[in-house]
């Protein structure tokens, strides 16, 4: 999964905090980094026992892609018993991004004590069963568990629905994927897409048609739109789409093979077989497909 501390990790407001983190925190709610990452630097110099501050300063640390010193500022705000789910949140976040799992797994759960009624460690976890684990049973229950606490989550809906396709269990997928949609989450078209491909293109298209709009920066929603086009036979408009992904991501390996597939089928096969290497170049790097 791709990590990122969550907007409100950010935009945080103690309740009881000392008037120099005071004016940091305010800093860091508006997204002025580099002045938040020179007032916390002082701030923590000059303060050394304030955990707010190296909290806030690890918040602008992890904004500037300074990760190591990020980590060590929040453990810094740990060790002043600095004890609150955004801590163990971001912490743990923070141990993702350097893979180690066992760190970030014992935050998220130092999360959920500090508060049992925050689905937010309960998605993290869920991602990280699903994404870097592939155990998609494991992960729908922390998706379920997080549906309890916040049953109109776009994410914890989405990513339920991505666990139930992964476990083939297409029809509550698409129950689920369709709910996920209902509920606002942008990439629930994509597995409404991914699925009807095969048994319903037209209904496919219209879904991978609503993925492209509504994430028009993801090469993934080019890529599905032009299966469904393809296999609606619209090669030229396949073609175009499949463009599209391969430019928003060149080292798309599926896409190039898709790309192959196109050209073939309208009977450009020495393009094709350029592309055929050039795919055959990715999966080497990339494994198979």
Partial sequence: MTVALPAALAALVFLQISPGALRLQELVRRGDWS???DAGNDLVRRDPGDPHAHYLLGVALWQGEDKVRAIQAFRSAERLDLDSSYLHLALGLAYYEASQ??????QMQKAISSDPSDARPFIHLGRYYESAVNDFERALNYFDKALQLD????DGLFFRAYCLEGLRRT?????AYAVAAGAGSPRASLGMARLLTETDPNAALSWATRAVRDNPSVPEAAYIRARVLLALERNDDALADVKLAIERDPDHPEA???LYRILRSMGRTGDAAEVLAKFKELRVTYGDY
Avoid: I
């Fill in 171 to 175: 029809e509550a997928a698409q129950q």
């Fill in 256 to 258: 190039h093979f898709l």
């Fill in 101 to 106: 799992f066992l760190l970030f797994k014992r």
């Fill in 151 to 154: 049953p109109a989550s776009p």
């Fill in 35 to 37: 002045a938040a990452l």
